[in-house]
């Protein structure tokens, strides 16, 4: 009688992405761009705050693209909530308001990144993941 062979292949580590963004367009748009350059990459969305705290709290995501205008609460504000939660999560803020105090209230709330929507690149946010992933040892 034989026994069953079991394979040991490694554990592989799924990168978890969260984008929390009210524009369905955009939020398509980059959770598209990111699995099709990130296939290894486990992506979920929201479109508001409360919606977004539930997110963390199950997907646990490594990642978070935070818009700062969202219906209810701020991104700003939910920010400081998840970093408050779990300081080990990073979070872009990606916004279309590029101003000096939404970068300074960026940094006070916690924000690891701050990329502007009308002046950053496709390429300039892949390249950034990109770090982030070969940062943690996963590229």
């Known amino acids: 009688m034989s026994t069953p062979t079991t394979w040991l292949l490694g554990e592989i580590r799924m990168f978890k992405t969260l984008i929390v963004e009210d524009n369905n ?3 398509q748009s980059l959770k598209a761009t990111l699995g099709t350059e990130f296939p290894l990459m486990v992506i979920d969305e929201a479109a508001e705050g409360n919606e977004a705290m ?9 990642l978070i693209f935070m818009d700062i205008k ?3 609460e701020t991104g700003l504000d939910l920010t400081k909530k998840i970093k408050a939660a779990d ?3 990073l979070i872009i803020i990606l916004t279309s ?6 970068r300074e209230a960026a940094q ?12 950053s690149t496709r390429d300039e946010i892949l390249e ?3 770090s982030i992933l ?5 590229d």
């Open 25 to 27: 367009t955009f939020r």
């Open 87 to 89: 300081p080990s999560i």
């Open 108 to 119: 006070q709330y916690g924000a690891d990144y701050f990329i502007s929507k009308g002046s």
């Open 70 to 72: 969202l219906p209810g």
């Open 134 to 138: 070969s940062d943690r040892g996963l």
């Open 128 to 130: 950034l993941v990109q």
């Open 97 to 102: 308001y590029d101003l000096p105090e939404y």
């Open 54 to 62: 539930e997110k963390v709290r199950t997907f646990r995501p490594d």
